[in-house]
């Protein structure tokens, strides 16, 4: 998958889902400046992300949603 389908696939997200994934790119930027995490390539952050639509599309994962309700339920938003 390039960076255009990838692309695409997120800005088709719900409003929620779209602000979750952005929530959880700013926090792991957040966490990679603070704690020196290896930074990679932008095509392994697409294979990344690619990889992880493929297992969320064949139901390995929870769906952005439910995460979403779960972190809400645990943490003050």
Do not use: Q
Not at 10 to 33: C, F, G
Not at 47 to 58: A, G, Q, T
């Amino acid at each position: 998958m390039g960076i255009a389908e990838l692309t695409a696939k997120i800005e088709s997200l719900s409003a929620e889902d779209y602000n979750m994934v952005i929530m959880l790119v700013n926090r792991l930027s957040e966490k990679s400046e603070a704690s020196g995490l290896k930074r990679i390539s932008e095509d392994e952050l697409v294979e990344e992300l690619s990889e992880s639509i493929r297992k969320s599309d064949m139901g390995a994962t929870k769906s952005a949603r439910a995460v979403s309700k779960s972190m809400r339920e645990k943490y003050a938003v």
